[in-house]
C-alpha cells in the first residue's frame, strides 16, 4: 500500500467550494530511464485517478509517464450534501488503491 | 568588535574559538540565506503546502515508523522511551550534528538513531540512506521545523568542526574547486543556467526535485564532489561528519525546513 | 552514475534563452501551436476545430527542473448540468511520449480546474485543451523554459 496524503475540509456548508487535494508516493517510472546497470527500467506508473461522491464518478483521470513522481491532484467540488468521497489509484503491476474521507455538509 | 576583545580577555583561546565561531560570519561572506530563498514562487509554495510537499509522504512514514512497536529484541517502539516526538524531538535536529559520549566522537543524525536502534531496541542499523533511515530522520528533523539551527556547542566538537571547516575550503577533484569556491565567493551567481546557492544544511533531509524522492544531506555532498570529479567521502566516514558538522555551524540561526523542497 | 553532458544542454538552453530574453519579463503571446502539439490533440480533439480561449494553463515560465512542475489549467465555465466542462488534457511538444494527462470533470464540480505536476523533458511548448458539454474545443499555448541542475549525481 502506498502512503496517501489527503486533504478534504471535513465540514462544509451547502454550496461551498471544497478543495480536494491528494498525493501518493509513487515513483511513476517512465519506463525511459536506465538503471545503475545500463539497463532501461520498465515502466511502472498509475495509469487511472478517481474519486466518486456517494458512489458517483465526479472526477477521473488519465495519467501518463509524464505526471510526476508522488502526483498531486487536486480539484474543486462542490458541497451538496454530506457522503462518503472513496479515492481509487490504478495502475501497472496490478496497482489498486483505494482511500475515503468523509464531508459532513450542513 | 568589543564584545570581542572583552571575550578574549576573560575566556581562554579555547572558548574563545568555540563562542566566536558561531556569532562570526566567515570573512566574505554575505548574509546566510536559505536555498528556499533563490526559488521560484511555485517551488516555494509547494514546500510551504504539506499537502503538495512531497517530503511529507516520508514524514508519514516515518511517524509511522516511530510508533511500531516490537521492533527488535527489546520489543520497544521509538514512543516506547520518547513518548510524543512533538515534544521529545523539538530541537533535537537544530544540534546536531553531536557528540556521542559512549562512542566518544561525532554523529549525525542519521547514525544517532540507528545507535538507538542497536543499543535500545536491540534492533539491526538500518542501511545508509534506506528508505527505512531517511523517513525516519525526515519525521525527527521535522520536529524542529521552524527553529534556528542552533549547532551543539559541545568542546568535544571543535576540532572535527574545524576540520569540517579545512574540508570545505580545500581544493577537491578534476574541476580543481572546493566547496567555498562556488557556495561562498560565487553564491548568487549562475552555473549552466541554474543559481548557485550558498548551500545550506538547513532543510535536510530534502525532496530533491533532480532524485525524485527525499535524500540526506550525506547524498547531496556525494553528488556534489562527484560534480567536481572527485572520489566522494563515504558515508560513514570521519571526513563526512566533520564536513556535515561545519555546515551545520555554517548554517547557524537559519530556520530548519525539513523536509525542504529544492531542485 | 550517468556522466552529466553540460556543454550541450548549456548550448541549447543558452540559445533559447537569448532568444526568449527578450520575452522574459513581459506578458507572454500567445504561441503558434508547434506540429508536435496538433498531432498529439488529434486524437483526443478527433480533428475537430479548436479556438484559443477560455482555458489557462498555469504554469512558471522558467522552471529549475523538469522532474516535478506546478500545473494548473482553469477553464471559465459555470459547471451547471447544462453548461459545463467535460474534459480537459495537456498535451506536450518535446517528452518521448506527448500525453499528459486526460481528466474527466463532472457537473458536481464547483469549478473546472485541476492542479498537478508534470515532467518535462526540456524546454518546449504545452497545450491545454477543454472540450466543453456543447461539443466545443479551447486551447491556451504555452512555451516553458526549462533548466537542470548543474551538479547531478
Known amino acids: 500500500m502506498a502512503r496517501t496524503l489527503i486533504q478534504v475540509p471535513p465540514t462544509a456548508k451547502r454550496g461551498d467550494v471544497v478543495e480536494v487535494r491528494t498525493l501518493i508516493a509513487h515513483t511513476m517510472e517512465t519506463g525511459y530511464r536506465a538503471g545503475s546497470d545500463g539497463r532501461t527500467l520498465p515502466r511502472d506508473i498509475i495509469r487511472r485517478f478517481s474519486c466518486r461522491f456517494n458512489d458517483e464518478l465526479v472526477f477521473s483521470a488519465e495519467l501518463h509517464p509524464a505526471i510526476a513522481a508522488n502526483p498531486y491532484i487536486a480539484f474543486a467540488l462542490r458541497a451538496t450534501a454530506s457522503g462518503k468521497l472513496t479515492f481509487s489509484w490504478e495502475g501497472d503491476n496490478g496497482l489498486s488503491q483505494t482511500e475515503s474521507a468523509t464531508l459532513t455538509v450542513t | 568588535m568589543t564584545m570581542r576583545a572583552s571575550r578574549m580577555t576573560?575566556?581562554?583561546?579555547?572558548a574563545c574559538a568555540v563562542l566566536s565561531a558561531f556569532a562570526q560570519q566567515p570573512a566574505g561572506v554575505p548574509a546566510r540565506r536559505s536555498g528556499f530563498d533563490g526559488m521560484s514562487a511555485s517551488l516555494q509554495a509547494m514546500q510551504r503546502d504539506d499537502l503538495q510537499n512531497p517530503g511529507m509522504l516520508w514524514v508519514a512514514d516515518g511517524e509511522a515508523s516511530w510508533n511500531q512497536a516490537d521492533v527488535g529484541g527489546a520489543g520497544r517502539s521509538c514512543a516506547s522511551c520518547h513518548g510524543d516526538a512533538r515534544h521529545s524531538m523539538r530541537g533535537v535536529a537544530s544540534r546536531y550534528p553531536d557528540w556521542d559520549p559512549v562512542d566518544r566522537q561525532p554523529v549525525d543524525l542519521a547514525q544517532?538513531?540507528?545507535?538507538?536502534r542497536v543499543r535500545h531496541q536491540a534492533a539491526a542499523?538500518?542501511?545508509?540512506?534506506?528508505?527505512?533511515?531517511?523517513?525516519?530522520?525526515?519525521?525527527?528533523?521535522?520536529?524542529?521545523?521552524?527553529?534556528?539551527?542552533?549547532?551543539?556547542?559541545?568542546?568535544?566538537?571543535?576540532?572535527?568542526?574545524?576540520?569540517?571547516?579545512?574540508l570545505y575550503t580545500q581544493r577537491i577533484g578534476q574541476l580543481n574547486l572546493s566547496c567555498a569556491t562556488c557556495h561562498d565567493a560565487?553564491?548568487?551567481?549562475?552555473?549552466?543556467?541554474?543559481?548557485?546557492?550558498?548551500?545550506?544544511?538547513?532543510?535536510?533531509?530534502?525532496?530533491?526535485?533532480?532524485?525524485?524522492?527525499?535524500?540526506?544531506?550525506?547524498?547531496?555532498?556525494?553528488n556534489c564532489m562527484v560534480g567536481v570529479r572527485a572520489e566522494p567521502f563515504a558515508p560513514d566516514s570521519a571526513e563526512m561528519v566533520a564536513l556535515e558538522l561545519y555546515l551545520a555551524q555554517r548554517s547557524a540561526g537559519l530556520p530548519v525546513e525539513t523536509p525542504a523542497v529544492r531542485p | 552514475m550517468t556522466t552529466p553532458v553540460p556543454g550541450r544542454a548549456f548550448f541549447t538552453r543558452r540559445s533559447l534563452l537569448l532568444a526568449g530574453g527578450a520575452l522574459a519579463f513581459s506578458v507572454r503571446p500567445a504561441h503558434a501551436m508547434a506540429d508536435e502539439l496538433v498531432a498529439a490533440m488529434r486524437a483526443f480533439t478527433g480533428g475537430a476545430a479548436t479556438r484559443e480561449g477560455r482555458v489557462k494553463l498555469d504554469i512558471e515560465p522558467l522552471v529549475e527542473n523538469g522532474n516535478a512542475?506546478?500545473?494548473?489549467?482553469?477553464?471559465?465555465?459555470?459547471?451547471?448540468?447544462?453548461?459545463?466542462?467535460?474534459?480537459?488534457?495537456?498535451?506536450?511538444?518535446?517528452?518521448?511520449q506527448h500525453d499528459v494527462i486526460v481528466a474527466t470533470l463532472s457537473p458536481a464540480l464547483a469549478q473546472a480546474r485541476l492542479a498537478t505536476?508534470?515532467?518535462?523533458?526540456?524546454?518546449?511548448?504545452?497545450?491545454?485543451?477543454?472540450?466543453?458539454?456543447?461539443?466545443?474545443?479551447?486551447?491556451?499555448t504555452v512555451e516553458v523554459v526549462v533548466t537542470l541542475a548543474a551538479c547531478l549525481e
Open chain 3, 69 to 96: 512542475v506546478p500545473i494548473t489549467v482553469t477553464v471559465d465555465s459555470p459547471m451547471t448540468g447544462a453548461d459545463h466542462v467535460k474534459q480537459i488534457a495537456v498535451f506536450n511538444q518535446k517528452n518521448p
Open chain 2, 125 to 166: 542499523p538500518w542501511p545508509n540512506d534506506g528508505k527505512e533511515l531517511l523517513s525516519l530522520e525526515t519525521f525527527v528533523a521535522h520536529q524542529s521545523r521552524g527553529q534556528p539551527l542552533q549547532p551543539s556547542g559541545a568542546p568535544a566538537l571543535v576540532e572535527t568542526r574545524a576540520h569540517g571547516q579545512a
Open chain 2, 186 to 222: 560565487l553564491a548568487g551567481r549562475k552555473l549552466a543556467g541554474s543559481p548557485i546557492p550558498q548551500g545550506h544544511a538547513n532543510g535536510y533531509p530534502i525532496y530533491r526535485l533532480e532524485w525524485q524522492a527525499v535524500g540526506s544531506l550525506r547524498r547531496r555532498i556525494r
Open chain 2, 112 to 116: 544517532r538513531i540507528n545507535r538507538c
Open chain 2, 10 to 14: 576573560f575566556g581562554g583561546l579555547l
Open chain 3, 117 to 140: 505536476r508534470i515532467r518535462l523533458a526540456t524546454t518546449q511548448q504545452l497545450v491545454a485543451v477543454a472540450r466543453l458539454s456543447d461539443g466545443s474545443l479551447w486551447t491556451h
